[in-house]
């Protein structure tokens, strides 16, 4: 009965991991050096526009990674998107809303670049 108990035990151990990994979902996310490397390419970008806006990168749920902020308040942004979906966003606010999305734009073809 012991020897029984054991095998089971050590079964349950081994296959454990397996039935845990099924559980869990491969997300792709940004490092907070690359938040920060999109928010670079955006402010350069601002400053040859002599823009004065301010910078969010943002997680997928909305989390702020990084925020470079002026006296303007954040108004919009842009959507970065991989396979389809929506997994996190860049706003600029401080110029037209035109220009705002123009400048954010730029944040979400240097994360592609990144990839």
Do not use: C, H, Y
Request: cysteine-free; aromatic content about 4%.
């Amino acid at each position: 009965m012991i020897a029984f108990k054991t095998m089971i035990i050590t079964m349950a151990l081994f296959l454990l991991p397996a039935w845990v990994s099924a559980q869990l979902l491969n997300k792709t996310a940004l490092t907070l050096d690359a938040a920060k490397k999109i928010a670079a390419a955006v402010e350069a970008d601002a400053k040859a526009k002599g823009a004065r806006v301010v910078i969010a990168v943002v997680d997928d749920g909305g989390t702020l990674l990084w925020l470079e902020r002026g006296a303007t308040p954040l108004q919009g942004g842009t959507p970065i998107i991989v396979d389809g979906k929506i997994i996190r966003a860049i706003g600029v606010s401080g110029e037209t809303p035109l220009e705002d999305e123009e400048i954010a734009q730029v944040g979400a073809e240097a994360e592609k670049r990144l990839r």
